[in-house]
């Protein structure tokens, strides 16, 4: 048997921890035995359904109580896990119905498992001529033992963030997923006996499904899990449990942190709330604004939340979940550089007076992964050298199930090649600058997406994280960009005025540069992934 499921049953046998779950209305504590006990039902209804080892399962279901035991129930047949991106209220349920026909299509699913709030998508998903099975009806089938596994199995085809239209699957094998959970481990100082990790991010996406669920299953760790839903409706129900568990560890996107510290000065008492025991507060999955994550400490501070305690990270679905992590007990440490020498020559010189742009260090590499940069020719940068950043080592996929086939992730040395553009300073730490992508260029100088839309940002009126920049002209000789901001008074002329102005002005002191138009849009307007990530290309049509 692999070591991922041999040790995940061996310790849901041995461990007193488990997952809470049912907040804030109906708590419930499940042991890992208790979800491993369903999980093995579940994986008799499988069986009963002609699922087997090497069989791709699709999973649409909300609550973690239900998502827990069938990943297992999934694993303990040998076959692997997709969780599909769930519809919102804003959704197009067709155009949503396609695109998830097409993510089943190209794994090739032997069945999808649904269960609620989708089983309104059951009948759709039946009818285009898929297995369609219920975790309710699965849970009533025998308990029975896993078959044999290997650490070469895939265990997740996680869909990456812009998985529509053309989807994307990673692979993630068993060995995958040992390699980084126990190097993750150690990353963050982990005591399987004190340590409690609150969550509510979405099983859909790798942080929610791999590193908040998977691996806290893996070891057997104390997980009180909610969903993204619950904490939408309510942001403060992440403070209140940290409070009532005593969490120590926690992790969401920067723009996540924003809207928590907003909704600590606007609607909490300090005192309310008693964020002392949280000692890993991870801030990853979107580029980590140093602005921000101040912001958040002194939003933080009446409630006793520790500076100390913010780990921003880096990592992505193709080295499972992570790569490197900030020092634990630092906090967040800022690179302070030239922002002219940046842009022009590529090169991050340590700088504090002029024109500087602040980037937020994000720790060396976690065991077993090895960082480099290269420039455009492939040769290894050195230190502080900006080019593109690439990944080696046993958390790393192999590659992508798409509409064509397999494709590799790694050359022919084993290196990923991220697509992100960074640099690593003079003690090996990861600094990331953007996406190459997304990098606009203008007269010989890279302009950062991220610099544009922290300064639309700024202009009150313009709703917290739903500003975007958008290259236009690409790979033309004079690249150029536009501004798209979302805001409540979007139909009050005089107000769109005043915003369009400001956006413009406030882009032009950043990065010395007039955006060519800006755009005050309704909100909801600005397209974002089902984690929440800018979609920088989808939004081209809003400014075009």
């Not at 790393?396 to 050359?411: H, S």
């Amino acid at each position: 048997m692999s070591e991922f499921t041999e040790t995940m049953y061996r310790n849901a046998r041995w461990s007193t921890n488990g997952m809470v779950t049912g907040e804030p209305g109906a708590p419930v504590k499940h042991t890992w035995a208790e979800v491993n006990e369903r999980a093995s039902r579940i994986a008799g209804g499988l069986a009963a359904a002609g699922i087997g080892h090497g069989d791709a399962i699709a999973v649409l279901a909300g609550a973690p109580v239900e998502i827990a035991p069938t990943a297992q129930g999934i694993w303990m047949r040998g076959a692997s896990l997709t969780m599909l991106h769930q519809p919102t209220p804003r959704t197009d349920l067709v155009r949503w119905a396609a695109e998830t026909t097409a993510v089943i299509t190209m794994i090739a699913a032997k069945a999808v498992v649904i269960s609620d709030p989708f089983m309104a998508a059951a009948p759709v998903l039946a009818d285009l001529g898929m297995t369609v099975l219920t975790i309710e009806s699965l849970l009533t089938g025998p308990s029975i033992d896993p078959v044999n596994t290997t650490d070469d199995d895939v265990a997740l085809m996680q869909l990456t963030s812009g998985s529509t239209g053309s989807p994307k699957a990673v692979q993630i094998t068993h060995a995958n997923i040992v390699a980084n959970a126990e190097a993750m481990t150690v990353g963050c100082d982990f005591d399987i006996n004190t340590d409690v990790i609150v969550s509510w991010l979405p099983c859909f996406h790798d942080m929610g499904m791999t590193g908040y669920l998977t691996v806290p299953m893996f070891f057997g760790a104390e997980l009180v899990k909610v969903t993204p839903v619950d904490f939408l409706s309510d942001t403060l129900l992440w403070a209140k449990l940290i409070d009532k568990y005593k969490g120590t560890m926690t992790a969401a996107p920067n723009f996540a942190y924003t809207l928590f510290a907003k909704r600590l000065r606007r609607q909490a008492t300090p005192g309310e709330y008693d964020l002392s025991s949280l000692r890993w507060a991870l801030s990853g999955a979107e580029q980590v604004d140093p602005l921000d994550v101040e912001d958040l400490c002194e939003a933080g501070a009446p409630f006793g939340l520790r500076p100390e305690a913010i780990v921003p990270a880096y990592g992505m679905a193709e080295t499972t979940v992570a790569v490197s992590f900030s020092e634990c007990g630092r906090g967040m440490a800022v690179d302070e550089v030239d922002a002219d020498l940046l842009a022009v020559l590529h090169r991050a010189v340590p700088a504090v007076k002029g024109h500087t742009r602040r980037l937020v260090k994000l720790g060396r590499p976690l065991e077993g992964l090895e960082v480099r940069v290269v420039d455009e020719d492939g040769a290894e940068m050195p230190p502080r050298g900006v080019g593109v950043i690439e990944v080696r080592g046993d958390p790393v996929t192999r590659g992508y199930i798409t509409v064509a086939g397999f494709i590799p992730a790694q050359d022919e040395r084993g290196w990923y090649d991220t697509g992100d553009l960074g640099y690593l300073t003079e003690t090996g730490e990861v600094v990331v600058c953007g996406r190459l992508k997304d990098v606009i260029i203008m007269a010989g100088r890279n302009i950062y997406p991220t610099d544009i839309e922290r300064a639309a940002g700024r202009v009150d009126g313009v709703r917290p994280g739903c500003a975007v920049a958008v290259r236009l002209d690409a790979g033309l000789s004079r690249e150029t960009f536009a501004v798209a901001v979302e805001c409540k008074n979007y139909a009050d002329s005089d107000e769109v005025r005043r915003i369009e102005r400001q956006v413009a002005h406030e882009v032009f002191s950043e990065v010395d540069v007039r955006p060519r138009n800006v755009v005050v849009l309704e909100p909801g307007m600005i397209p974002k992934t089902p984690s929440g990530k800018l979609r920088r290309a989808h939004a081209l049509s809003l400014v075009s």
